[in-house]
């Protein structure tokens, strides 16, 4: 069973940046796959990034591509995503989510892959 919580969410101008963290408790945090999704409102949720559990392998969805990195600290047990050059589109509702798929398995970022989520930190992007 993982525990995921997330933090540093907030409201920032276009432009700017902000970390949100997902602290994971559990006995399976470092071979876990984390993956972070955004819903704004009115929308599907959507898989923003993710990182294998040694850290070694990370993807993102287009769009955010050069402007977000993923990160992760297996002796914290916290996942970090670094959100620059922020866009108003950007704003939502941001969870982390923790996937048992096996140690070199395929994986993307499809919410049907993943089996642990948190309640989400809210990101708002406006002047």
């Known amino acids: 069973q993982l525990r995921l919580v997330e933090s540093g969410g907030g409201l920032v101008q276009p432009g700017g940046s902000l970390r949100l963290s997902c602290a994971v408790s559990g006995s399976t945090f470092v071979g876990n796959v984390i993956g972070w999704f955004r819903q704004a409102p009115g929308k599907e949720r959507e898989g923003i990034a993710g990182i294998s559990g040694s850290g070694e392998t990370t993807r993102y969805v287009d769009h955010v591509r050069g402007r977000f990195t993923i990160s992760r600290d297996n002796a914290k047990n916290i996942v970090y995503l670094e959100m620059n050059n922020l866009k108003p589109e950007d704003a939502g509702v941001y969870s982390c989510?923790?996937?048992?798929?096996?140690?070199?398995?395929?994986?993307?970022?499809?919410?049907?892959?993943?089996?642990?989520w948190g309640h989400g930190t809210q990101v708002t992007v406006s002047a």
């Open positions: 989510a923790a996937s048992l798929v096996l140690q070199g398995a395929t994986w993307g970022l499809k919410s049907w892959e993943y089996d642990y």
